[in-house]
């Protein structure tokens, strides 16, 4: 009756249920090609045969594709970019990581680290432990999303600046969650630093060209200095 099922997954297990002499289910879930369908379907072998029960899954695997293929572009991202994601559960403080975040701190994603709010509070430098405590207490009571720069210290103890957003995320008019990015900028703040030491070196050899030309070797010294 249907022969376009034949060459599929469908086709093979009814066979070997029509041949089982056992009573233990077989499902299969598969695609449809012919139909553009996707099917759930339970065999039971029996004494005369088979009984089937199907149930057509399409908007669930469509569902199920397009979350595995976000999650691929989100691994993808993340190792060519240094950005991580995170949502906490601000009821338990509870936090989930993903693999950039991890990698941000030098923690391994299946070692032994559970992510919650104080701790991760714990990885920020001690003088701004107290911004990002503020940051995310107006995000939770207010609703204000927040942006920071921030410095951190490593699980191996290399000191790095963060760049890190939070958003509220609600559930029945009440603000339970908390999701947001890391982004490593210590590259960034380095040379954003070396400009700013090179402006200011600068800034003072024009002073001292512009107050003091009578003294060559003052300018002289500057020149040197400036280079």
């Known amino acids: 009756l249907l022969p376009e099922l034949q060459d599929t997954e469908f086709y093979q297990y009814y066979q070997r249920a029509a041949t089982d002499e056992g009573t233990d289910p077989y499902t299969v879930e598969a695609a449809v090609e012919p139909w553009g369908s996707w099917y759930r379907i339970f065999l039971y072998p029996n004494d005369n045969g088979v009984t089937a029960i199907s149930k057509e899954i399409t908007e669930k695997k469509q569902q199920e594709i397009s979350l595995q293929r976000y999650q691929e572009l989100l691994e993808h991202v993340e190792d060519i970019t240094d950005v991580g994601g995170f949502e906490a559960d601000m009821r338990t403080g509870e936090q989930i990581w993903t693999d950039g975040t991890y990698r941000i701190h030098d923690l391994e994603p299946d070692g032994e680290f559970d992510p919650t709010v104080d701790n991760a509070i714990e990885f920020y430098h001690p003088e701004d432990q107290e911004v990002i405590e503020r940051a995310v207490e107006r995000c939770v009571s207010e609703g204000e999303p ?9 699980e191996s103890g290399r000191g790095r600046w963060i760049r890190t957003y939070g958003v509220p995320l609600e559930q029945n008019g009440e603000i339970t969650h908390l999701r947001g990015a890391a982004e490593d900028i210590t590259q960034q703040k380095r040379r954003e630093k070396r ?5 200011e070196r600068l800034e003072e050899f024009v002073n001292v060209v512009s107050h003091d030309l009578r003294n060559p070797l003052q300018v002289a010294d500057a020149q040197v200095e400036l280079i």
């Open 195 to 199: 400009l700013q030491e090179k402006n």
């Open 146 to 154: 927040y942006e920071e720069e921030l410095r951190i210290t490593t």
